[in-house]
């Protein structure tokens, strides 16, 4: 039954379609790399004149890669990923390689995919259809066979005739057509296998790649850590430490009224209260700006909603976290809304903002969007928005900024929760 389905599963067909594009873009595609490098490489000398062809070539075959990859998702689901932009040479005023792009192996990778296109297809579709072709040719032999020259199919001379040999023919036929399926899927693995390894980097770059983006991502958390910690010794010396200092004195002076003035201590006992009450007020938000207890208690739903109520501009507030994340995640996700939203209250001009945050999957990801209908114009590399890139990328997480002139003002972020 599966090998029947294979006949006309779209996995089949998409294979073949894969062999056969690539016939067609690979003979475009040799003819023009061996042009652009013939032609580049002869010019150099004359004039400087191929190093512009030579430049166009290397992006054409970039622009090429970029391409294939997209063709082998569409067609077989085969995800090919890109050589790092990071470290690549690039070019001068757009078309003018730099020397070092001809040493960098991503870009004879990419040249060399190229020139093989064509053969590596045209090898495949010939022995896919050549499969097919064998096996409906053998299953079909019966009804034509008597009009073949001679008398019918023969071998050494001899015609085949009989009801063996053209039974023998169906059998073999239904083998190779249930085979075809096969044939054309393995081929077109091979090729996904054998591109996957020209047109992106090896395991190892992978590893790379992931290692140096790893040791930015600790160097960032290590600052906003540190950008945090300033914050609280500034807040702490500014606010609550100055108020207990004035509670302290006023305490004092009142004990020294007490003994000639009851009214008068009575009086400065009372500031004192109002002193006490402000520091605490102050503490209280210091503690809810490291890390609120709602948060931790009652999770994010609760939390951000707080912060809503809090903002003096109208939010609408919309929540869907079927399964809590864990708290760095969460945390993570209470201060890029809190940054996002004090932000709005100060320079957005907005009338009205919008919080959505929604869990997809287990583990899956957490989506947190804040949007407002204000006058927009917000840089990404201002302090407090490098602060969130900071912190989602403590996370591994993906921050968004899109901010027009005129607005709107959209920030987006992807955590990962797993």
Same mark, same amino acid.
């Given at each position: 039954? @599966? ?22 873009? $690979?003979?475009?595609?040799?003819? #023009? ?6 032609? =580049?490489?002869? @010019? ?27 063709? @082998? ?29 001809? !040493? ?45 020259? $001679? ?17 023998? !023919? #169906?059998?073999? =036929? ?38 140096? %983006?790893? +040791? ?25 430490? %100055? ?23 009575? +009086?400065?006992? &009372?500031?004192?209260?109002? %002193? ?28 951000? !909603? ?57 583990? $899956? ?10 006058? =927009? =114009?917000? &840089?990404?590399? !201002? ?18 900024? +899109? ?16």
């Amino acid at each position: 039954m @599966f090998l029947l389905r294979d006949l006309v599963s779209a996995r089949t067909w998409l294979a073949m379609t894969q062999h056969l594009a690539g016939l067609f873009i $690979g003979t475009v595609a040799i003819f #023009v790399f061996t042009f652009g490098l013939g032609f =580049g490489f002869s @010019f150099v000398f004359l004039g400087l004149i191929g190093i512009p062809l030579l430049g166009v070539t290397l992006r054409l075959a970039s622009w090429f890669a970029r391409a294939e990859r997209a063709r @082998f998702a569409f067609l077989l689901g085969v995800a090919i990923p890109a050589w790092p932009e990071l470290g690549r040479a690039g070019y001068r005023w757009g078309i003018i390689p730099r020397w070092r792009m001809f !040493s960098e192996r991503a870009t004879w990778a990419e040249i060399g995919y190229g020139l093989l296109r064509l053969p590596i297809s045209a090898v495949a579709l010939t022995i896919s259809v050549g499969v097919w072709a064998a096996g409906l040719v053998a299953l079909t032999l019966p009804a034509y066979g008597f009009a073949l020259p $001679g008398g019918g199919p023969n071998i050494d001379g001899s015609v085949l005739r009989g009801a063996v040999p053209l039974a023998v !023919s #169906v059998i073999l =036929g239904v083998a190779l057509l249930l085979a075809a399926p096969q044939v054309t899927r393995g081929l077109a693995v091979a090729d996904g296998s054998l591109s996957r390894g020209l047109l992106g980097p090896r395991r190892t770059r992978d590893l790379e790649a992931r290692v140096s %983006q790893l +040791e930015t991502s600790r160097e960032r958390v290590v600052d906003a850590a540190e950008a945090e910690r300033r914050r609280i010794e500034r807040d702490l010396h500014d606010g609550a430490q %100055q108020r207990l200092v004035a509670l302290a004195m006023e305490l004092g002076r009142a004990k020294v009224k007490f003994a000639d003035d009851i009214d008068a201590a009575r +009086e400065l006992v &009372d500031q004192a209260h109002v %002193q006490a009450k402000e520091a605490l007020t102050e503490l209280r938000n210091l503690v809810r700006g490291v890390h609120p207890p709602v948060l931790t208690d009652r999770g994010l739903d609760a939390a951000l !909603s707080g912060l809503a109520a809090l903002c003096p501009v109208p939010v609408d507030m919309h929540v869907d976290v079927p399964v809590r994340p864990k708290a760095a995640v969460e945390a993570v996700a209470y201060f890029m809304v809190a940054e996002a939203l004090t932000n709005v209250a100060k320079h957005s001009r907005a009338s009205h903002a919008k919080v959505v945050v929604e869990g997809h999957g287990y583990p $899956g990801t957490l989506t947190v969007m804040v949007s407002d209908d204000g006058i =927009g =114009g917000a &840089d990404p590399n !201002s302090p407090g928005l490098a602060g969130l890139a900071d912190r989602v990328s403590g996370v591994d997480g993906r921050l968004s900024v +899109e901010s027009p002139v005129g607005g709107p003002t959209i920030i987006a972020a992807v955590l990962p929760c797993g």
